[in-house]
């Protein structure tokens, strides 16, 4: 005769067995018909993956989809989504995947109920649901996936923490970046913390602006997000005041490179003497015909200032501006000239010596 402890095992695994058949039958009944082909197959490539932890092509016959998911229901946990669809999974692959999912398996591990043994995702579709479950086993996402659920899978990725799944997400989105929608992904990659993601809409967002004001999305902005509103407006003036500095910045640039080349004109133009230009102590141009500097672009406007200091009346105080503009040039030339003593520029000791 069967001992107690035999005919409670045995009672046990009838329980079991019937629970499992009820189970499966309420699965051929009330879900399996109102499956899309697509939603098939990722329930398929799911249940493959639990088995083996790895990547295969399996049928998309209903016979397999109904006794391979069912059969190990019981050493499932299941995912629920919007559509009511149950997509089991085993609790340590979650775990390892996602730390948030690891708290909420733990948090429930000791209570039996079917309750507890369900994970919800809700509000976003099935299918998206399906492929999220799928890269937790495979790490694995086609392009045509992200084209189509981008935006839900960068979601959930930040919702469980699948620092992976976020990073190919806002690749993906960065790469297909709109105008027409780049309103919604600002809102995302701001929700999301998705900082790259943010700045690149916010770079095309600012640089298109005319356009992204005519979309809905905007139109949306303005009557329920105006911080986003003021945040996208102070971007925009950051950058046009960046601009304005290096423009400024590209303009002294360019100032101190012609003051520079200004003064070793000057020197140049005082001490060997250039066409009809020198100092006195230089052979006359007429017995030697000399060539125009051609590596000094200020030389002629140099020259003409120098020509007018010479025979100008008016002279500084009288207000002439072009003698105060050859002033400036010499008292420039002053402070940087190291032997004034036997500096042939005229006045250099003269400004020197005011200097000090």
Known sequence: M????ETSIASVQVNESNKLYSMQKEFEENILPFLSATQKAALIEIDGLA??????KVGTDESYLTTTLITQFDVFIHVLTTGGIRIPVHPSILASASSVLKNIIDHR???????NRTIQILGVPTEAVAIFVRFLYSSRCTEEEMDMYGFHLLTLSHVFSVQLLKQRC???LIQRLKIYDAIDTLQLARLCDASELYFRTMKLVSANIKFVQKTEGWKFLQENDPCLELEILQFIDEIESRRKMRRKRREEKR????LSEAMECLEHICTEGCTNIGPYDIESPGKKKKVPCQKFATYPGLQLLLRHFSTCKRRVNSGCYRCKRMWQLLQLHSSICDNPDLCKVPLCRYCWGIRF
């Open 2 to 5: 069967k001992s107690n402890a």
């Open 51 to 56: 088995k083996s932890v790895s990547w295969f």
């Open 109 to 115: 591990q000791n209570k039996n109920s079917d309750n």
């Open 170 to 172: 806002a690749k993906a």
């Open 255 to 258: 100032l101190c490179l012609q």
